[in-house]
């Protein structure tokens, strides 16, 4: 009897024991536990890029090639994209968690916030760039050229923008005249509603080539990254801005107005060939106005010869026209045709 017991009171010891170093949950080890995040896969299959995060505190992001080869950890990277030629990879980086909580805490203002910043990595190299001050980025769906960067307001730009106390009355004296002044169905008066953009930077990923716009507040890419529209505000900063819409031809570096001095552009949207626009825009309300009417604006591309502007980038492409630039005006009813000029 005492041989059949002796290896149960065992079994029971151990267990016992096994039990004890077992570390109580409470919050601090919720705080700890991992995640799996955002995860993509290069075209060619050869890359991973994923995401570990935890409950609170810094996660990490890994890019991995697939075959085992290699893996290479990122510390609070995040929001990671991989390009279609399968070279390059880009994604966040967050300010540590902890300097962003104790900002918080002492309620600094959003400009006085750390902010993101940019990492673009050349794969199956150390090479890589970071750019401080990110707010987001975009690429073209079907483009792997182009990255477009919207930048962080900085801490000087606030301060020049910002009115002063003893100004704030004559500033809104100003407002008041401003908005009396014009905003109507035919004129062309500056428009000044809405937050300040801030600049874009757009980046030529294989030369290396830049161009930045200021004071945007929104972007849309058209399918094939043949068409960046950006939509531009006024500045109290900047004597005769105001809000305008722009497209712009990466292809070409041909920048183009074709609307400007409204109140407010809303809902971009680009056909997949970049030679169409629709966006609403508001223009016969006063800038006070507690009500709006936006109206629906059509904008094709028009005729015209290319003026080639043969850069670096253009030389690689061959600075041709792009196809089906003899784009003709259609007439779609009930909706406003937009040429440029408000």
């Not at 010891?13 to 409470?26: G, H, W, Y």
């Not at 980086?93 to 910043?117: G, L, V, W």
């Not at 997949?272 to 094709?300: C, M, N």
């Not at 492409?317 to 784009?327: I, N, T």
């Amino acid at each position: 009897m005492k041989r059949r017991l002796l290896p149960l009171l065992c079994a029971i010891t151990l267990a016992s024991a096994v039990f004890a170093q077992k570390k109580p949950l409470d919050h601090s080890v919720y705080d700890g536990w991992q995640n799996m995040g955002d995860r993509k896969i290069s075209p060619d299959g050869r890359w991973a890029l994923y995401n570990v995060d935890v409950q609170e505190g810094d996660g990490t992001l890994y890019l991995q090639q697939t075959d085992g080869s290699g893996k290479k950890a990122f510390p609070r990277g995040y929001a990671g994209e991989i390009s279609r030629d399968g070279r390059f990879a880009i994604f966040k980086i967050k300010a540590p968690y902890a300097d962003t909580r104790r900002a918080r805490i002492q309620k600094k203002k959003p400009d006085e916030m750390p902010k993101d910043s940019l990492v673009i990595v050349l794969l199956g190299t150390d090479s890589l760039i970071r750019i401080p001050g990110v707010k987001s980025f975009r690429m073209p769906e079907e483009g792997d050229d182009w990255l477009a960067i919207h930048l962080e307001r900085r801490a000087s730009d606030s301060a020049m923008s910002g009115p002063k106390k003893d100004d704030a009355k004559t500033l809104r004296k100003a407002d008041d005249q401003e908005a009396a002044n014009g905003f109507d169905a035919e004129g062309d008066a500056p428009g000044g509603n809405g937050s300040e953009g801030t600049e874009v930077l757009l980046r030529n990923l294989k030369t290396g080539f830049q161009r930045r716009f200021p004071l945007v507040s929104d972007l849309a890419w058209s399918k094939n990254g043949r068409l960046l529209v950006l939509k531009g505000t006024s500045s109290k900063a900047v004597k005769g801005s105001m809000n305008v819409l722009s497209v712009y031809r990466p292809l070409e570096d041909y920048l183009d107005t074709i609307s400007r001095g409204v109140n407010e552009y809303k809902s971009m949207a680009v056909d997949e060939a970049g030679r169409q626009i629709v966006f609403t825009a508001e223009r016969d309300s006063s800038t006070k106005a507690l009500q709006r009417f936006h109206k629906l604006w059509y904008w094709p591309q028009l005729p015209r010869r290319l003026a080639h502007r043969c850069r670096p980038h253009g030389a690689a492409r061959g600075c041709r026209p792009l196809p089906g630039d003899d784009v003709r005006r259609r007439r779609w009813p009930d909706v406003h045709r937009h040429n440029g000029q408000g």
